[in-house]
């Protein structure tokens, strides 16, 4: 007798099944099944004069026959699905791959523009440093918006007195700005267009 490994008997056991299912098998009704069971039998006992292997019967050739058809049908099916994974497994690479240039572009182009940032804030920091000539105007802008800050310059009278210079030292120490001289990172810090 052939030995059957056990790969190929648990796909003809799948096969069948999605076979039956697919099929119909079982929404037969009981006398229709009985009716066709003597027919099987008559010929396979009919069948027994041929060079048949003990126990088998053409029958059991005809189911083996079927049987090794089903198996190469579930063979192919289950070629054709890892081929169709693998093609589905190569378009998801090729855009992961896509999607992963275009990242690289835009991480250059934003590596590119650092520089230029690095340069904007070092001039912006520098210049930040920078004091101010300070004009009655300016003076009175200064002290509106310390006032505005809750600090307490005194009247906006566009002076520089002991007030306005103690309540712009406050602001800055608040802000961590450089102290006691008006520089232009502590204007624009006050919101105060020069």
């Known amino acids: 007798m052939k030995r059957i490994n056990s790969d190929r008997f648990a796909k003809s056991i799948l096969v069948l099944f999605l076979v039956g299912v697919i099929s119909g098998c079982g929404d037969q009704p009981e006398e229709t099944a009985r009716k066709n069971q003597p027919e099987i039998t008559s010929k396979a006992a009919q069948s027994n004069e041929s060079a048949v292997e003990p126990g088998l019967s053409e029958a059991g050739e005809a189911t083996e026959e079927s049987l090794e058809s089903i198996l190469a049908r579930a063979d192919e099916i289950i070629q054709r699905t890892g081929s169709a994974v693998n093609a589905a497994g190569d378009d998801v690479k090729h855009e992961l791959e896509e999607t992963a240039g275009n990242f690289a572009e835009k991480a250059d182009s ?30 009175r802008k200064i002290q ?51």
């Open 144 to 194: 509106k918006a310390l006032k505005d800050a809750g600090l307490n310059p005194g009247a906006a009278d566009g002076m520089m007195g002991p007030r306005t210079q103690n309540a712009l030292v406050d602001f800055q120490k608040q802000h961590g700005l450089a102290e006691g001289k008006i520089t232009k990172e502590t204007l624009r810090e006050l919101g105060i267009t020069f």
């Open 110 to 139: 934003v590596l590119a523009e650092t520089p230029k940032v690095n340069e904007a804030i070092k001039e912006t920091v520098n210049d930040g440093l920078e004091v101010v000539k300070a004009t009655p105007d300016l003076i």
